[in-house]
Each structure stands twice: as structure tokens, then as C-alpha cells.
């Protein structure tokens, strides 16, 4: 009887990762569509799916070297490496969105101050802008303007409470005086103006309608108007030798009859005219305690309108009807109009940081295959230890110092950070032009 002849095979290792990758996006020999390439090797397919607008066939190829460079450095020509290629391409998928994620960010600490307030986007699940006005433009790889968009809001703070700018609309509204009343309700006078769309002196419709509501409006200024130009500057009698006739008075108007007088007097009428109007010629004084007024004295007689200028109070958040303030736009780093950066755009400084992540990311992932055995496997005669450990240390090791390494080098290069270069660089350069002598003029 003939002896049978056998031919074992090595079942240690089912799955081996291969030499090189390919280009073509293929499981089991057969060609996959976008749709199978996004299931099979990438899992969110950012550069590889035709549909995306980050689609970049180098993408492909820089996956398929990573292949070969994983091969090689866990010496996959010596020891079987329990990988596929399938681990590898997502891993590189990862280690280019990891990259572009600390490259906003680093963007985001640059130029965040000049863009609040600016229009955002809306974004999709892999952060792509599907709307807004940034849409399409990679303005994460622009150099903007610079704005001082967050001073400037604070200034305009403090300008809104000096009453000399902001954001906020300045509002008037007036009422009548009634004899024997001393007290009244500005916050209530207002409302009910806003509510009916009636001024309450002059019964024309008034711009705040509708606008108060709960809210509580701020007083800036309380003023009532006097007779023409001329009374308020001369009193209710004018002067001698008026231009025109010295004996009728009346026949000019108001506020286009002058008094000859010589020029320093008119300089000094000016110099005072100010407190003139708020002081010798004003009929009223008034107290205001939390939108309260009291007149004094208390109004008998001649009875005139009041006027008021105001402010609206609103929530600091609330955008302006009148004009734009941009509390809807961009206001942290999540609304930063931010795409991932597009794989043509990454150098070859990132490019290879990006090669050190991915094989960083394998070994983890190898780690944690050989960790399923608990460290070790029998063979006949024997067992195999595993090195799942000092994978998964290594691997954590060195994505920790890869991401230091580039927040050190970005916080390095941060816009602030290159402007005290330059300084330092200038005050260098000073220093070293003052010990030049300076040349003799030879004729």
C-alpha cells in the first residue's frame, strides 16, 4: 500500500497584510463602485467618493503607498502582520482628518477675533459647508482680513451707554404735559405708544411699534422744544438794532433775524450757547429714577409736549431689525466656516505626518488583534507570545508625540506669535546696525 503524500498548509495567520496596495478600489479580485469602496475600505470616504466635493484620486495612491510603508516598518517581510489593507486605508483616512482638525483649530486661534459675527454655514456629517456665504470657497486656507471684530463689539458697548454709536437705535417719542401732574410713567407712556403705533402728542405713527413688548426701554435724554431759534437765543423779545428795521421787529422770521453786534461778542455767544439753552432758558428741570419723571416745577399753565430719546433694551443675543450685527453669524469655533482641508492642499511637511500617524494608528489596531489571543497562542510542542502590549504602548506613545509635535510647531506659528518674531527680529537687527560705523564721506 502506497504511503499517502501530505501537504499541510500554515493556518497560523488567515489574514497577512500584502507587500504594496492598489489603486483601484477592489475586494476579492472584483472592482467595488463608490458606494462599495465607502462600506468596504473607508469609512467615511471624504477623498475617495466621486460625490464628495473633497474627491481626490491622489488620495487613492497615497493609500495604497501606505501599504507598503506599513509592510515595511512592522517588517510584514519577516513576521505575518495581521492586517488588511482595508485597515490601512482607513487608517489613513483618519490620520489626514486627524491632521486637518489640528490645522483648523490652529487656523480657528488665528483669525476667530476678525471674523465674529460674520455669516457661518450649515454643515453636513463629514463637516462639509452645504450653505452660506463661504460655501465652496476653503476660506480655512485664506489669509483674511484683519478685522478686530471683537474689540470693535466691545467698543460699541461702551459707545452704546456714552450714547455716541453702537449698535443700538436711537428712538424718540413725546407727550403732553398735564396741569397739576408732576409725575410720569415714561416706560408706560412709551408702550402704550408702541402698542397703539401713535405718538401720544403729535398722533403720527411712531418707528418703534410693536418693538417694546416686555421689554424695558432706556432714556437717554428728556427735552421739550422751545420758540424759534431767535427766542431761545435773545428771549422772548429779541435785541436793539436788529437787522432790518430797529422799529419792527416782526416783519423777519425768527430764526433768520440777527443783531449787529461786533464778532468777539458772537465767539463768546457761542463759547456759552450750550449752557445757555439748558440753563437760562430752560423752563423745566426734572429728576428720572427708573423710567420715572418728575418735572419741577410741578407744569400749571402753559403746557407743552415733552420729548424723550430712548433705546429699546433687547437680549444681547437678539439681531436688530434696523440694522445688522452679525449675533447671528460667527461667534466660536464650531461656527467657523471650515471645511476639511482638501488633500491637494496638504504639503509634503503634512503629508508626512501623516504617513507617522497611520502606522501609528496600525500598530493599535494590530494591538488590538493580537490582544484578542490574551498575549499568546499554542502550537504544537509549544506556544507563541504575542507583543499586543507593547503595541498598543507604542502606538499610544507615538500618537500622543505626533500630535504634540504639531500643536508645538502651530502654537509657534500662531499670527501673534509671528509678529513678536518680527519684532524680536527688528530689535535684533537695530542692535546690530548701531555698532556699524557709519562711513566716511570721501570727495
Excluded at 505626518?353 to 490582544?371: D, Q, V
Excluded at 505626533?402 to 499670527?415: A, N, S
Aim: glycine share 8%.
Amino acid at each position: 500500500m502506497a504511503k499517502p503524500t501530505l501537504t499541510p498548509a500554515s493556518t497560523m495567520s488567515k489574514v497577512i497584510l500584502p507587500s504594496t496596495g492598489t489603486v483601484a478600489l477592489t475586494s476579492g479580485g472584483n472592482a467595488l463602485s463608490d458606494s462599495a469602496a465607502r462600506a468596504v475600505h473607508y469609512p467615511f470616504a471624504i477623498y475617495v467618493n466621486t460625490e464628495s466635493p473633497l474627491f481626490d484620486s491622489n488620495f487613492v495612491t497615497g493609500a495604497a503607498e501606505q501599504v507598503a510603508y506599513t509592510f515595511k516598518k512592522l517588517g510584514g517581510d519577516v513576521l505575518d502582520i495581521e492586517l488588511t489593507v482595508s485597515n490601512v486605508y482607513s487608517a489613513y483616512e483618519e490620520a489626514c482628518l486627524e491632521y486637518s482638525y489640528h490645522i483648523n483649530k490652529h487656523q480657528a486661534k488665528n483669525v476667530l477675533g476678525s471674523l465674529l459675527g460674520f455669516a457661518t454655514g450649515t454643515f453636513d456629517h463629514h463637516g462639509h459647508m452645504t450653505g452660506g456665504d463661504a460655501s465652496g470657497s476653503a476660506v480655512n486656507l485664506a489669509f483674511p482680513t484683519f478685522k478686530a471684530e471683537y474689540a470693535r463689539r466691545v467698543g460699541e458697548g461702551f459707545a452704546e451707554e456714552a450714547g455716541i454709536g453702537g449698535n443700538n437705535t436711537f428712538y424718540s417719542a413725546s407727550f403732553a404735559l398735564t396741569a397739576g401732574v408732576q409725575d410720569y410713567d415714561l416706560q408706560t407712556i412709551i408702550s402704550r405708544s408702541a402698542t397703539t403705533n401713535t405718538d401720544e402728542s403729535t398722533g403720527d405713527p411712531v418707528p418703534y411699534a410693536d418693538l417694546v413688548g416686555n421689554s424695558k426701554v432706556k432714556i437717554h435724554r428728556v427735552f421739550y422744544k422751545t420758540p424759534g431759534s431767535m427766542w431761545r437765543f435773545y428771549g422772548y423779545y429779541g435785541g436793539l438794532n436788529v437787522v432790518g428795521n430797529l422799529n419792527y421787529y416782526g416783519q423777519y422770521a425768527d430764526d433768520t433775524t440777527f443783531e449787529i453786534i461786533p464778532v468777539w461778542q458772537n465767539k463768546l455767544q457761542a463759547m456759552a450757547y450750550e449752557d445757555h439753552l439748558f440753563t437760562r432758558l430752560s423752563h423745566y428741570s426734572y429728576e428720572l429714577f427708573n423710567n420715572k419723571l418728575r418735572i419741577f416745577p410741578i407744569p400749571e399753565g402753559f403746557l407743552q409736549a415733552m420729548y424723550v430719546q430712548f433705546t429699546i433694551d433687547k437680549q444681547p443675543w437678539t439681531e436688530d431689525s434696523d440694522r445688522k450685527n452679525g449675533t447671528d453669524g460667527i461667534n466660536n469655533m464650531n461656527t467657523l466656516p471650515f471645511d476639511n482641508i482638501p488633500y491637494k492642499n496638504i504639503n509634503a511637511i503634512g503629508k508626512h505626518w501623516i504617513r507617522r500617524y497611520a502606522l501609528a494608528l496600525c500598530k493599535e489596531m494590530l494591538g488590538h488583534i493580537r490582544g484578542k489571543f490574551g498575549g499568546s497562542i499554542p502550537i504544537p510542542g509549544d506556544t507563541v507570545t504575542l507583543n499586543s502590549a507593547d503595541l498598543l504602548s507604542q502606538a499610544k506613545d507615538e500618537q500622543d508625540s505626533l500630535k504634540e509635535e504639531l500643536k508645538t510647531i502651530l502654537d509657534e506659528m500662531t499670527y501673534k506669535a509671528l509678529a513678536e518674531q518680527d519684532s524680536a527680529m527688528v530689535a535684533a537687527i537695530d542692535k546690530v546696525n548701531s555698532n556699524i560705523p557709519l562711513m566716511i564721506y570721501q570727495g
